[in-house]
Each structure stands twice: as C-alpha cells, then as structure tokens.
C-alpha cells in the first residue's frame, strides 16, 4: 500500500516528522544496546546492522511491506550474532505498528507470522536458547499488531461518521435547494394565475368601455360606460386583494400563523361572475363533495388559467365557455371548454406550462388541446387522495 502527499507542503511535513522519528528510534535503541545487557553489546557489524535498521521508518508509511522486509533482512543477522535483542525491539515496533494501521488486517498478519516463522527457524538453527528468548518477545511483538489493528478500525469508523455527517449535510443542502426551487416556482405559478387573469379581464373591459365611448359619440349611454367601469375598478379590488393575500402567505410561510386559506371551489363562482362581466357565456357546474385542501386550491387555479385563456384567445364577442368540475372513482375531473377559434397565435406564455404543473402537484395529469372544427378544451383529473 501506498500513501501519496499530493500537497508539496504537506509532504515536506510529513518527511520531517519522518526524520525525527527514526533520530528518536535510532537514539533510543542506542541507549537500549549501551546500558542494558552488557554482555551482548553489539560488535562493529552488529552496530551496522542496528543502525542500518533504523533507515527503513523513512518509508514506512509510503510502503509498509517493503520496510517490514528490509527490516527481516537487517534484524535476522542482527539477532543471529546474539547482539542486544532489545535494542532492536523499538525500530521493529514502529514497522509493524505502521503496518498494522495502513494494511489491511489479514495482510497484517499474514507479514507479521511469516517474519516471525521466519525468525524462530534462523534462532533454532543457529541458538536453541535465542530461539526462545525470540518466542518470548513474540508476545509484544503481536500485541504492537493488534494495537495498530485496533487503531485502523477506529480510524475507519471515525472516518465513516464523519463521511455519513457531510452526506447528510450535502444531503440538508441540496433539500433546502430543492424546496427554494418548488417554492419560487410556486410562487411564479400564483402571480402568474393572479395578474394574467386579472390583467385579461381589464383588458376586455376596457375595451367594452372605449367601444361604447365610440359607437355613437352623440347617444352616449352613460349607464353602460358607468359600469364598465365599475367592473374594471371591481376588478382591481379583486386582484388587490388576492395579490395582499398571497404576500401574507409568503411573509408568514413557515410561522403556522397565515390568515387566509387557499382558494378552493366555492371560489369559482367569482372567477364564472368575473368572465361573464368580460362579455362570455360561461355555464358552471360544481360537484358538491369538498376536495381536500390542495387538490381544491389547484382545481381553482387550473379553471382561473383556463377561463383567462378563453376570454383572452376566444376570438369572438359571444364566446360561450363550459366549466365542469365533477368527483368520482376517487378523483375529481375538471374540464374547461370553449367554442372560441382556440389558443391562436400571439406569444407563448406560460399557462398551459402552469396549469400542467398545477396538476402534477397533487398527483393528477392535464390534458390541453383545440377540438374538432372550433374551440379548445382543459381537462385534468386529480386524485382525490392528494398524492404529490
């Protein structure tokens, strides 16, 4: 296994804390070859071999198998010349430590029992009572094993909640996204059902008013100018009104404490009043069964956006419109038909685009299109369950 600094700072770091720890190890085990067991007090070739082993915590970390074996190849000789054994326990302890925690465990101890097989079979060859002081130290020596081993799992573990914490904070984050998305598009949704419809309607009205104040300057009939008027300004109140609503709502979401409800069916009687103001026939049939919340406030805007479609491309003063929203097999059926010249030409808006989203919002389909010969029909089915 390799370990590789892509950072030049951090493997400057690291070499350096390197070097000082083979001077520690190598200065160590030359207090431990000097002070204790007197009589095995390693000779010029043991002191070479000694100090050759220190070399290998150099590269421990970058190739802990390599310096395990360097380590072998050293210590076996170092240990046969019955030199200071104990003197060469630490540089062997800091190998194996580290091979413990980068390896994995079976690589670990498969290394571990080789050198140590190994080591046992060059002793009994060589020195029957080595042999067993080498035994006795295999003790440590796999407990130095087991401590790296420990270590690495925990470090796994500790590395694996920390992954698991930022997963979730990624997680967290991308939710938050999401829900600013759905919301700004929520809101786009709402203004542009509230001011499309309304702007529609003033528009027609204003355009009954400028073509009675034309047809016959001299008869000017007052009452019919008067009320035109009267419904523009009636208009204006009303999407007013309903734009204040929707501000409030946006200004206390998330507080539990929004005065005004959504809209739902029983609203349809003034989205019916206010295109029969603009000059259409419209006919209006509503099931009696009441909707859950949702799925009633996306019926209202569906049939909103449809009715200001028609008033607005119907292309004809006597346009007449159907409005039926009927429940049944668990889901309620809205259709919206007028017998205008259909969406014709113009800009594209975003209706259709809204009214489709309206109904993908509770879990229902719309379907949108001109029928044979003249008009154009909405119709959506929402499932009553309400399964966004």
């Not at 390799?2 to 690291?14: F, G, K, Y």
């Not at 009633?296 to 956006?305: C, H, L």
Request: hydrophobic letters at 45%; proline letters at 5%; charged letters at 20%.
């Amino acid at each position: 296994m390799t370990v590789i600094n892509r950072d030049p700072r951090t493997a400057q770091h690291a070499t350096r804390e390197y070097v000082l720890l083979a001077l520690a190890v190598t200065v160590l085990a030359v207090l431990l070859a000097l002070v204790t067991d007197p009589a095995r007090r390693p000779d010029a070739l043991g002191w070479l071999l000694l100090l050759a082993a220190q070399l290998p915590i150099l590269w421990r970390r970058r190739h802990p198998l390599a310096a395990l074996a360097a380590e072998a190849v050293l210590l076996l000789p170092y240990h046969a010349l019955d030199n200071n054994h104990a003197a060469a326990f630490p540089v062997g302890a800091v190998v194996l430590y580290s091979l413990a925690v980068i390896c994995r465990p079976l690589y670990t101890l498969l290394a571990t029992g080789t050198a140590m097989t190994l080591a046992l079979s060059v002793m009994m060859v060589i020195n029957r009572k080595q042999a067993a002081e080498a035994l006795r130290i295999s003790g440590w020596v796999f407990a130095v094993v087991f401590i790296g081993v420990a270590l690495r799992f925990y470090r796994q573990y500790v590395a694996a909640v920390v992954e698991r914490a930022e997963r979730a904070e990624r997680t967290r984050e991308q939710e938050v996204r999401r829900r600013v998305a759905e919301e700004r598009l929520r809101i786009a949704r709402d203004l542009h059902d509230l001011l499309a419809h309304s702007i529609t309607l003033i528009g027609v009205q204003t355009s009954v008013a400028a073509h009675v104040l034309n047809a016959d300057p001299e008869r000017l009939d007052r009452k019919a100018v008067a009320k035109s008027l009267d419904d523009i300004a009636e208009t204006c109140r009303t999407a007013r009104s309903e734009l204040r609503t929707t501000l409030e709502v946006l200004r206390e979401h998330g507080t539990g404490d929004a005065r005004d409800p959504l809209p739902d069916l029983h609203g349809l009687v003034g989205l019916v009043e206010a295109a029969r103001v603009s000059g259409a026939e419209v006919d209006l049939t509503v099931t009696d069964e009441v909707p859950p919340a949702a799925v009633g406030a996306a019926a209202y805007r569906i049939v909103q956006e449809a009715l200001t479609n028609a008033v607005r491309h119907g292309g004809r003063r006597d346009l007449g419109i159907r409005v039926a929203v009927r429940a049944g097999k668990g889901s309620l059926r809205v259709t919206v038909t007028d017998d205008g010249t259909g969406a014709g030409g113009g800009t594209p808006g975003f209706g259709l685009v809204g009214m489709r989203e309206r109904a993908r919002s509770v879990g229902g389909t719309l379907d949108a299109g001109p029928l044979p010969g003249k008009g154009f029909e909405v119709s959506a089915v929402l499932p009553l369950g309400g399964n966004p």
